[in-house]
């Protein structure tokens, strides 16, 4: 980010991370898939697209894809948010918030961004599934509400190609949203550095 921001590629903002696995639920009573684990493998809900991947069952309100209705979520909006509201220099208003995570951690954006989509404006899933038209139930407020969508996988993930899929159909439909690719990686670190790095220089641009 210090890089980025003396390039002058990405705007400065506030990066807060929590550790979703302790209040999550489900997926081990609470620990949830470690990043790396092989979505589809057993070790947590595979994104869609992946090997198991039904996007039924399990977690929280409408399935592993939905991530939503969890402990996490009544945290992160009840808690997290409005202490770092009250002890940062933010701009407290959805068009300057969003919300992105890694592998399990992008079912989780996935599944609080829809459902309060008065809270995050940036919504970024790396290896975490993606958003299907058909999951929007009002795209005019969506598009009016959502300033970037961006999601990416590794070259080696079997995701990949419905991510893009995914992404292209929510591009008909007039969303700002981006697919990205890490070249030659699978369901790892380097995938989602990468992808913060290319997320990083899209978020709150004008």
């Known amino acids: 980010m210090d890089n980025l921001i003396a390039e ?5 903002f506030l990066i807060v991370i929590s550790n979703s696995y302790l209040v999550t639920g489900g997926a081990g009573a609470g620990r949830g898939p470690g990043p790396g684990a092989v979505p589809g493998s057993g070790r947590g809900p595979a994104p869609a697209g992946a090997p198991g991947g039904s996007g039924r069952g399990g977690f929280g ?9 969890t402990p996490f979520e009544h945290a992160l909006i009840e808690d997290i948010i409005p202490f770092i ?27 609080i961004t ?32 959502v300033k970037l969508l961006f ?22 439909e007039g969303v700002n949203s981006v697919a990205y690719e890490s070249p030659l990686t699978a369901h790892e ?16 641009q004008k």
């Not at 999601?151 to 292209?168: F, I, L, N, W």
């Open 85 to 111: 509201d009250a002890n940062f220099r933010t701009l407290a208003d959805q068009p300057h918030r969003g919300l992105a995570g890694l592998s399990m951690g992008g079912m989780i954006t996935h599944g």
């Open 151 to 172: 999601v990416s996988y590794g070259s080696r993930e079997p995701g990949s190609a419905g991510g893009q899929t995914a992404v292209e159909a929510l591009k008909k």
């Open 61 to 69: 309100r409408g399935g592993p894809m939905a991530m939503s209705d």
């Open 189 to 204: 670190w380097q995938s989602w550095r990468r992808s913060l790095h290319e997320f990083a220089q899209l978020a709150f």
């Open 8 to 12: 002058g590629k990405a705007k400065p």
């Open 114 to 145: 829809l459902a309060h989509m008065d809270k995050f404006s940036h919504i970024g899933m790396f290896s975490g599934g993606s958003i299907a038209t058909s999951e929007i139930k009002d795209m005019a407020d969506f598009k009016k509400k």
